[in-house]
């Protein structure tokens, strides 16, 4: 299972950027995706997750800012990010989990993408 994140930029207070993370290899469906960051010398820390059931959850610090969705069909998960605030600041990774295989095995591990980097900065 390969995930790609896309969508990273730099971008000033206040303002809005759209993540994008592909998941791709031997997928038959995939329970959980989100996103988490991480900056330098901090743990990573959730961001946002969403599951089939449509269970959503959100960081402390973005809730009412960020919001998640999926397209699962494609297997793909979205962050958008609005009011965007210097700590918002990290490396952005995308997550799967609960994944399985078109063989019908279920994998234990989490998946995570490499990681696309998020900057705000006037």
């Known amino acids: 299972v390969q995930l790609v994140e896309s969508g990273g930029g730099l971008v000033q207070p206040g303002g809005s950027l759209r993540l994008s993370c592909t998941a791709s290899?031997?997928?038959?469906?995939?329970?959980?995706m989100g996103w988490y960051r991480q900056v330098p010398g901090k743990q990573r820390e959730l961001v946002a997750s969403l599951d089939n059931r449509g269970t959503t959850k959100y960081g402390d610090s973005v809730e009412g800012r960020f919001g998640i969705s999926r397209d699962r069909a494609k297997n793909m998960v979205y962050l958008q990010m609005d009011d965007l605030a210097l700590e918002d600041t990290a490396v952005y990774f995308c997550n799967a989990g609960g994944v399985l295989t078109r063989d019908r095995v279920a994998l234990e591990s989490d998946y995570w993408g490499q990681g696309t980097q998020v900057t705000v900065s006037s």
């Open positions: 290899g031997n997928i038959f469906s995939i329970f959980r």
